[in-house]
């Protein structure tokens, strides 16, 4: 094995998990994506003149741009404000990519605060800053206020991967998680997001697989 | 949080002013019916039927599908808002009698292509690695990725920026082999826990060759694998390589 790269040691149980995560999170997305085009091209009379949709400036909206804001839990180290921004391209009517970014200051662990000092972590390592590229797919549907008042909603699931940096140490991190969309208007949008951002850790001794959730509303837009 | 509030504004202002320029298309329905869904998306329900000889407005688009509104002479109470599927715009004419032709999002469209974005997944060398991609469409065969990876250890962590050239060899096949050529930087940083082996951050420049495998698989995605390899410049004599596999998908604009 080479020296300078001397970080790829012989292949560990947790990074095999990891390799094989990746991959079967792209190839089910692949699938995912095939099994949802159900649509064929219509037949068209070659006699008759004709003029595409793409002549005209009509009004596209596949992209949503969305600001959050909720709470994380960061194992050992509490709850905390989490604020972030999430960009989503809109595929086909079910399936959607989306890049987060979040980020929040951590608290203390209990052994810091039992002890009454000695800070296991200088403010700075306290910042917690992660982002993540996710594949979504939407259950649509509508929700009934009342007979006349009507909204449509989905519930949606995303599977993600990404890089959390948090007290001096970056990790390959999953996230997966499930949100509900209430469209007000056409373009305009809430959701709550519920999120489990996985990875391993060794900040509090031993390494272990850590589960940080969060819970997040947000406006987003699309245009 | 004023700064966030102003860009909540901002996005909102920027919004409505892109909904104002938008034109409106009126055009006729030629065939029997066309179903009107009261959401875009095959899963909501046919609320509404137009009628063959009916006048429509089309307002906007989300992934193929339309919103429109029926056209009424007599009372604008009477005028109804729902989503059409784009296949059925290829059953309505334009004022001129002009048929109306939908997005075709055939491969010729692909063929036509500016942009790429790739995400891909996979393992460098016995590392977790994940990969996204810009790319330029500049000829039928050449575009110019700009790539980032990051593979993040147990020991230490490699980021990787990388400029290259990519040869598609049959572009007009909708599974094409391909071959890239390009340069960049790879950062090694060891992790913060083993201080003792060397905080330093080393960079140190490096070449590329990858050979993959691209299928056109919908509209809009396609498909890929690629095996790359990095030669690393260090500053012994000799020079390091590290393999990448990668699956993943692309999407285009």
């Given amino acids: ?223 | 949080m004023k700064r966030f509030f102003t860009t909540v504004f901002c996005l909102f202002v920027l919004h409505i002013s892109v909904v104002a320029n938008a034109e409106e298309l009126k055009v006729t329905v030629t065939s029997p019916y066309i179903n009107v869904h009261s959401g875009p998306a095959s899963e909501y329900p046919v609320f509404h039927v137009i009628a063959q000889g009916e006048q429509i407005e089309i307002l906007k688009e989300r992934t193929k599908w339309y919103k429109i509104r029926t056209v009424s002479h007599r009372n604008e109470d009477d005028e109804i808002e729902g989503w059409i599927y784009s296949d059925d715009l290829s059953a309505t004419m334009l004022e001129d009698g002009v048929a109306l032709m939908p997005r075709e999002g055939s491969f010729e469209d692909f063929q036509n292509r500016d942009f790429e974005v790739s995400l891909m997944g996979g393992a460098l060398d016995s590392t977790a690695a994940i990969t996204l991609f810009g790319t330029w469409v500049w000829t039928k065969n050449l575009s110019v990725d700009a790539s980032y990876t990051q593979a993040l250890g147990n020991f230490s962590d490699n980021k990787i920026w990388s400029l290259r050239m990519r040869h598609t060899v049959f572009p007009e096949w909708k599974i094409s082999p391909y071959l890239a050529l390009g340069t960049g930087e790879i950062r090694t940083s060891p992790n913060a826990n083993l201080v003792q082996s060397g905080d330093e951050v080393r960079v140190s420049s490096h070449y590329e060759v990858g050979l993959g495998v691209r299928y056109y698989l919908m509209d809009g995605v396609l498909i890929r694998a690629e095996y790359r390899s990095l030669i690393a410049e260090t500053d012994r004599d000799e020079q390091e390589r590290i393999d990448q596999w990668l699956v993943g998908a692309s999407i285009y604009f």
């Fill in chain 1, 1 to 223: 094995m080479s020296l300078f790269f001397s970080n790829f040691y012989p292949i560990q149980p947790q990074n095999r998990f990891s390799i094989l995560f990746a991959s079967v999170f792209v190839l089910l997305s692949i699938s995912g994506v095939t099994y949802a085009q159900q649509n064929e091209l219509p037949e068209i009379d070659p006699g008759v003149e004709r003029r595409s949709i793409d002549e005209f400036d009509i009004d596209s909206e596949n992209v949503e741009i969305g600001i959050f804001a909720g709470v994380i839990n960061i194992e050992d180290f509490g709850s905390d404000v989490l604020l972030g921004a999430r960009l989503a391209y809109h595929i086909n009517e079910n399936f959607f990519v989306e890049a987060s970014y979040g980020q929040a200051t951590a608290g203390e662990t209990s052994f810091e605060v039992l002890s009454g000092g000695a800070p296991f972590l200088t403010d700075d390592q306290r910042d917690y800053v992660y982002y993540d590229l996710s594949m979504g797919y939407n259950l649509n549907g509508e929700v009934f206020f009342s007979e006349n008042w009507v909204f449509n909603s989905d519930f949606f699931f995303t599977l993600g991967a990404g890089n959390t940096e948090f007290a001096d140490d970056e990790r390959f991190t999953i996230s997966a998680g499930a949100g509900y969309r209430l469209l007000v208007t056409d373009y305009l949008s809430v959701r709550f997001d519920v999120r489990d951002h996985v990875f391993n850790s060794d900040i509090i001794g031993e390494e272990k697989s850590v589960h940080n959730l969060t819970f997040t509303m947000s406006v987003s837009f699309f245009f």
